[in-house]
């Protein structure tokens, strides 16, 4: 498959697919759902341009750290971090890039995961202005908060249907703009949910994705996952998102194993490394 794809022999969305399947990720899994990456910065122009480097995310670094700023704070968090009981490593980030929450965030609009999203919150939908409401404040967000460190999900490339309220939902409204959370906020450059996926996939089949996308594989599937390469790549994640950090057979305290099995699906999982 690797060297179908170096062929170009299968498109960067097929080959993505195909890593998150070896990787044991699955949709019918929310806690392991497939990962992809987001691979644009520019959400404000008019137009898009494919050919202009400049447009696309930087796919060498982890998503909490593509703005330089945040660089500094995720470092320190990492550096000064001590656990008194020595039981849990260092990490740079204590949230998740996927993790259920996050996939019923993005697909709020669409069931299953409208009831699931509910569930969740205890009977009702969560407050309007933490809606998956705009892809161009979301992105933002990102860039201003290294605690923020959602990718995407493969829907990003084929499914406009999760960027309409074909349901009619009641979602609320925005507390600053007393703006009502609808549709979903398109970037400028596209002209209807379809016109996004169309010119996203584009995107994620572009030159330069083509040219860079090994180096997000590398971050979130290969050798910059764990170890010394990932503290480097400042790409270190809670100790308990990774296989076989935790042994739960050996825990005989039944409570115990349930809160550690209820936080691991929670709160998101890092591939198997491949």
Request: proline content about 5%; charged content about 25%.
């Amino acid at each position: 498959i690797f060297q179908k794809w170096v062929n170009r022999e299968i498109s960067n969305f097929d080959y993505l697919i195909q890593l998150n399947t070896m990787a044991g990720r699955t949709y019918n899994d929310l806690a392991q759902y497939p990962v992809f990456p987001w691979i644009l910065r520019d959400y404000t122009s008019e137009e898009l341009d494919l050919n202009n480097p400049a447009v696309f995310r930087d796919l060498s670094k982890p998503i909490g750290v593509v703005n330089e700023k945040n660089a500094k704070t995720v470092k320190e968090k990492y550096e000064n971090f001590e656990d008194p009981l020595g039981m849990i490593d260092k990490f740079h980030y204590g949230t998740h890039y996927s993790n259920a929450a996050g996939v019923m965030h993005y697909l709020i609009r669409v069931e299953p995961f409208t009831t699931l999203h509910i569930q969740l919150q205890s009977g009702r939908f969560d407050c309007a202005d933490r809606q998956f409401h705009s892809i161009p404040a979301t992105w933002q967000a990102l860039m201003d908060n290294p605690n923020d460190v959602k990718e995407l999900i493969p829907e990003f490339f084929y499914f406009p249907e999760f960027l309409e309220n074909q349901n009619g939902f009641n979602l609320g409204q925005l507390q600053m703009s007393k703006e009502v959370v609808n549709n979903v906020v398109l970037p400028k450059w596209a002209h209807s949910p379809e016109d996004f996926i169309y010119k996203h996939r584009k995107a994620l089949e572009s030159e330069y994705v083509s040219a860079h996308l090994h180096e997000w594989i590398d971050l979130i599937f290969g050798y910059k996952q764990r170890g010394p390469a990932a503290v480097e790549a400042l790409n270190v994640f809670y100790y308990c998102t990774y296989e076989g950090a935790v042994d739960l057979d050996a825990l005989t305290d039944e409570k115990e194993r349930k809160a550690l099995e209820g936080m691991i699906n929670n709160f998101g999982q890092t591939p198997c490394q491949l």
